[in-house]
């Protein structure tokens, strides 16, 4: 199982450019990288996937190197709203069930 | 859409009695997974079906921990004899699984367990 390690916590200001980093130093070739977020008092939300290279939705951007050890989650423009835990998981897409949760980033944004 | 759905949404018991958790997971979606979350903490997982049956329950704390689910649907999370290091929220989640790939997991609401 690929081992996981993001911040613990981030502080950041509305209208920034919020990148969280994660490294996998042993992910698996059949490993892909997901991110969710999660509110208080909610169950988390998938927010991207992706294998290499970067990624893009209207959500977020994720960029992974090409050693695939660590992939960046950016989120453009945060607010206030987009304080909330993210948790960075890799995993096979074949074999869901290989995937944990760690202790994923606390992303506090303020006025 | 109806999402996933779980019940009761909170749950107060005493220590030592026997609580049961349902999870009603979105129509269609055959893998169902259920995770354990303590205030503060991450996800911790607890087991996963892929339609009735568990491939995996190396995540279940303790023998006092089962699941099950039937029709490939619903699911039951019974904890037996429940002590107070049990409270935490437990959380339920389904994907789409087609042919040997899994999809994003959508996540219940949960249900809040306070042990007594």
């Known amino acids: 199982l690929a081992k996981t390690t993001q911040p613990i916590s981030m502080d950041s200001y509305e209208g920034q450019e919020v990148n969280i980093t994660c490294s996998h130093n042993n992910i698996a070739t059949n490993d892909y990288i997901t991110w969710y977020q999660q509110f208080p008092s909610q169950g988390p939300r998938f927010i991207i996937q992706?294998?290499?290279t970067k990624v893009t939705n209207e959500v977020a951007s994720l960029f992974i190197p090409a050693d695939r050890k660590s992939s960046t989650l950016s989120l453009p423009r945060v607010s206030l709203s987009d304080t909330a835990v993210y948790y960075c998981l890799v995993g096979e897409l074949y074999n869901n069930n290989d995937m944990r949760f760690g202790a994923g980033t606390r992303l506090t944004v303020k006025p | 859409g109806a999402g996933v759905s779980q019940s009761p949404s909170n749950k107060v018991t005493e220590k030592g009695k026997d609580v049961e958790l349902r999870c009603d997971p979105i129509s269609g979606h055959t893998a169902l997974y259920w995770y354990r979350q303590s205030l503060g903490q991450g996800l911790e997982f607890l087991i996963y079906f892929q339609g009735n049956s568990a491939p995996d329950k190396s995540g279940l704390p303790s023998d006092r921990f089962s699941a099950e689910r039937t029709g490939g649907s619903v699911s039951t999370l019974t904890i037996q004899r429940t002590q107070q290091e049990d409270s935490a929220v437990y959380l339920c989640?389904?994907?789409?699984?087609?042919?040997?790939?899994?999809?994003?997991?959508?996540f219940g609401p949960g249900t809040r367990l306070t042990v007594t």
């Open positions: 989640a389904s994907s789409i699984r087609q042919g040997a790939r899994s999809y994003e997991q959508y």
């Open positions: 992706g294998y290499k």
